[in-house]
């Protein structure tokens, strides 16, 4: 069976139908199964339509690489864990980026070989093998920080801004030299400039960032997929790169006004910050000194309490301590403790992190509130229960101005009766930035690793409590 022109594009239209759905049903964790099968099921028509169209005329080696792919999927799929999703995300952008940069350099090869070079196709695959490449070293990057292959710290050096800028201008020159003459040389010095690019735009940007970069990359994917499909004479290709370069820089775009901060501050790593001067109030907070408190404190105050609002993190997610949440959760609730989950946008590595782990624990969507929606809460809350969280609940983002994320929206548990903080030790968050809160009279330290205390939290509970 083959396809015409015709009924491949509305096979196309019906997928393109279908993934705007899945973006829709993506926007709510209650539709977010229904949203992934709308995806499964329009990628799984656009696959079979362009499997079928008159372009294909061999299936050998399509099906070794479909073979290929699947085995790697699979074996990825039922290994991986929750708390590796991060660094997984940024592989597969890595994928997409190396993809584009060798569909357009295999276009380039047989085009020239067939002598149908033409100024518009040069400009397409320009600007395929430049995004492509900064998606696909930017991704490793990110994936590098985000595995602890290199330091989550920002790694800065003089004149860095003004390098990356000089490799950005010579890489357009180049693009515009290859789009005009066809020159090889322009070709090869093009990608490995870009190549080079995505790697010096990311390595200054630090881990408190990376949800954000995550984010961007997706975008940048998009515009590869996008810059390919123009490529291939591919609509589906255009529609689709165009869905996930718009949602990306769409969520990039809210993820930074969370953290009150632009996105180009964030891409050119902190451009423009000011370090201020002077003692932090961190500093002098320190001074006090912290509260340590046992699993046995923690309980007394929740199994009596009326509200208890529990702020997940990327502490949470190393632990897997989701579903002992879950059963914490559950013993409250019987004893009449009214149990909510409050989530920063920014929190874990990746957007949407932690609803997605509340979520694998089959944790309520109504308990679980966004930043805005659980703010006004905190106020009437007995207690707030911090579990791997940091720089999310910061109160320096609010008091410290000399603070590197003086200004970002927190999540204000500070202002719960009594604040349990679930630590492994006294390091600051992701960002280095020390937290204000575990100085506060109201907050109390549990050291240990999140899963056991919670799980010491549970035991307590069902033996009675105090």
Not at 125 to 146: C, D
Not at 302 to 323: F, L, N, R, S, T
Not at 452 to 465: H, N, P, Q, R
Request: charged share 10%.
């Amino acid at each position: 069976m083959e396809l015409t022109h015709s009924q491949q594009a509305i096979a196309y239209l019906v997928s393109a139908v279908l993934f705007i759905f899945a973006l829709k049903g993506l926007t709510h964790p209650a539709t977010a199964r229904r949203g992934n099968l709308f995806g499964m099921l329009g990628m799984a028509i656009a696959l079979g339509a362009t499997l079928l169209g008159t372009e294909v005329h061999d299936y050998g080696l399509i099906a070794v690489a479909g073979a290929l792919g699947a085995a790697i999927g699979i074996v990825l799929a039922l290994r991986i864990q929750m708390a590796a999703m991060p660094q997984l995300v940024a592989a597969l952008h890595s994928f997409v980026g190396m993809a584009a940069v060798l569909v357009a350099i295999g276009t380039f090869i047989n085009r020239a070989q067939a002598g149908t070079l033409n100024g518009t196709l040069m400009g397409e695959l320009s600007a395929g093998i430049v995004i492509g490449a900064i998606t696909f070293t930017g991704s490793v990057i990110a994936f590098a920080k985000l595995q602890g292959i290199m330091s989550g710290a920002p790694i800065k050096f003089k004149g860095q801004h003004l390098l990356n800028a000089a490799m950005a201008i010579v890489t357009v020159l180049l693009a515009v030299e290859f789009g005009l003459t066809g020159d090889v040389w322009a070709l090869v010095l093009m990608t490995l400039l870009a190549f080079a690019l995505g790697g010096t735009l990311i390595i200054p940007i630090g881990g408190a960032d990376m949800p954000v970069i995550i984010s961007m990359l997706n975008s940048y994917s998009g515009w590869a997929a996008a810059a390919t499909g123009f490529t291939l004479h591919n609509n589906l290709l255009i529609i689709v790169g165009a869905l996930v370069g718009f949602s990306g820089a769409i969520l990039s775009y809210i993820m930074c006004r969370a953290m009150n901060r632009s996105i180009l501050n964030v891409v050119f790593g902190g451009f423009g910050t000011d370090g201020g001067g002077g003692d932090s109030a961190g500093a002098v907070a320190a001074q006090k000194g912290v509260k340590s408190a046992s699993v046995e404190d923690a309980v007394y105050w929740m199994e009596d309490a009326g509200k208890v609002i529990i702020v997940p993190g990327y502490g949470m997610a190393v632990a897997q301590a989701q579903h002992a949440l879950k059963e914490l959760m559950e013993l409250l609730e019987a004893r009449g403790v009214a149990v909510k989950f409050g989530i920063h946008p920014v929190a874990g590595r990746m957007p949407g992190h932690m609803n997605v782990l509340l979520a694998e624990a089959d944790i309520p969507y109504d308990n679980v509130l966004e930043m805005d929606e659980i703010n006004p809460e905190f106020q009437s809350a007995d207690v707030a229960l911090v579990v791997g969280a940091n720089d999310v609940v910061n109160p320096a983002a609010k008091e410290d101005a000399s603070s590197p994320i003086y200004g970002m929206p927190i999540l204000e548990a500070g202002k719960a009766r009594q604040v349990y903080f679930l630590k492994r030790s006294m390091r600051p968050g992701y960002s280095g930035v020390d937290n204000l809160l575990f100085y506060q009279d109201n907050t109390s330290l549990v050291f240990g690793d999140a899963k056991d205390t919670i799980e010491g939290m549970v035991s307590a509970l069902k033996g009675g409590g105090h």
